[in-house]
């Protein structure tokens, strides 16, 4: 099966290029399974019950976050209802949401997505490592494509993470630094790996954020309001294949669609 992860969806800019152009992308590359991070779409930070609709509709089979999927606190009321919407499943267990979906994707091929954020640099959350190898002996015998989004700011961490889980799960994907690394590749044992899968956004910018409010930040240390920037609009993300009987992966490429429109 086809499998295209898009890298964490960054305000309007973002939304609007995915609104303007998944659909075409999905037919093209005639994806099986469409996973996004959209921890950032709303106005850069968090996500609304009404966006995550948006973006389900046009085509994302599942919705991956971070350590910003509580900014906008109606979420904490809507995520318990939308499964595909997940949260790090490393959070506390009273914590609303969930870490892990189960599904079918176009093809009819069953798979899951877990969703963990990292320890390094990131705020205090329970081991991704044990509560990943916790999660996989939950899922139904049949599925053996499952798809790991490990939201982590440490390199090292991420690697870490491909390396025990090579072979138990069929993709470690990295979100969180919006930035697009270019270490993908096929790990000994068969699992897709991406340190940094980067961001579907505004790339004339700070990460997503205007420039000159973060370098004005940085000169004067005065605090200042992040907005959204909105030059340079990108689409990107990493295209797999994974073998539907073993939930090995077979290839794995970047994807990178660069816009006229902000």
């Known amino acids: 099966?086809?499998?295209?992860?898009?890298?964490?969806?960054?305000?309007?800019?973002?939304?609007?290029a995915l609104k303007g152009h998944l659909r075409g992308i999905l037919e093209a590359r005639r994806i099986d399974l469409?996973?996004?991070?959209?921890?950032?779409?709303?106005?850069?930070?968090?996500?609304?019950?009404?966006?995550?609709?948006?973006?389900?509709?046009?085509?994302?089979?599942?919705?991956?976050?971070?350590?910003?999927?509580?900014?906008?606190?109606?979420?904490?009321?809507?995520?318990?209802?939308?499964?595909?919407?997940?949260?790090?499943?490393?959070?506390?267990p009273a914590v609303p949401g969930k870490g892990l979906y189960q599904g079918v994707a176009r093809n009819g091929v069953p798979f899951a997505v877990i969703n963990l954020q990292g320890r390094v640099f990131m705020p205090p959350t329970d081991c991704p490592f044990r509560t990943c190898e916790a999660l996989l002996q939950e899922l139904k015998p049949n599925i053996k494509v499952i798809v790991v989004d490990f939201h982590a700011e440490a390199t090292a961490?991420?690697?870490?993470?491909?390396?025990?889980?090579?072979?138990?799960?069929?993709?470690?994907?990295?979100?969180?630094?919006?930035?697009t690394t270019a270490d993908e590749r096929l790990l000994p044992e068969g699992t897709v790996y991406i340190t940094d899968v980067g961001m579907t956004g505004p790339h004339e910018s700070v990460i997503g954020v205007d420039r000159?409010?973060?370098?004005?930040?940085?000169?004067?240390?005065?605090?200042?309001?992040?907005?959204?920037?909105?030059?340079?609009?990108?689409?990107?993300?990493?295209?797999?294949?994974?073998?539907?009987?073993?939930?090995?992966?077979?290839?794995?490429?970047r994807f990178e669609m660069k816009l006229t429109e902000d």
């Open 1 to 16: 099966m086809k499998v295209l992860f898009i890298g964490d969806i960054v305000g309007r800019p973002g939304r609007n």
């Open 34 to 92: 469409c996973i996004a991070n959209a921890e950032n779409c709303a106005g850069g930070n968090g996500i609304t019950p009404p966006l995550a609709h948006e973006l389900l509709s046009l085509g994302i089979d599942v919705l991956t976050s971070g350590n910003h999927v509580w900014d906008k606190k109606e979420i904490l009321d809507y995520i318990d209802s939308q499964p595909r919407l997940l949260r790090p499943a490393n959070y506390p």
């Open 157 to 179: 961490e991420k690697q870490s993470m491909g390396w025990y889980f090579d072979g138990k799960v069929s993709a470690v994907i990295g979100t969180h630094t919006h930035v």
């Open 212 to 253: 000159n409010i973060v370098l004005s930040k940085f000169i004067t240390q005065i605090p200042a309001k992040f907005e959204t920037a909105s030059g340079d609009v990108r689409i990107n993300g990493v295209e797999m294949e994974i073998n539907d009987e073993n939930g090995k992966g077979v290839s794995v490429c």
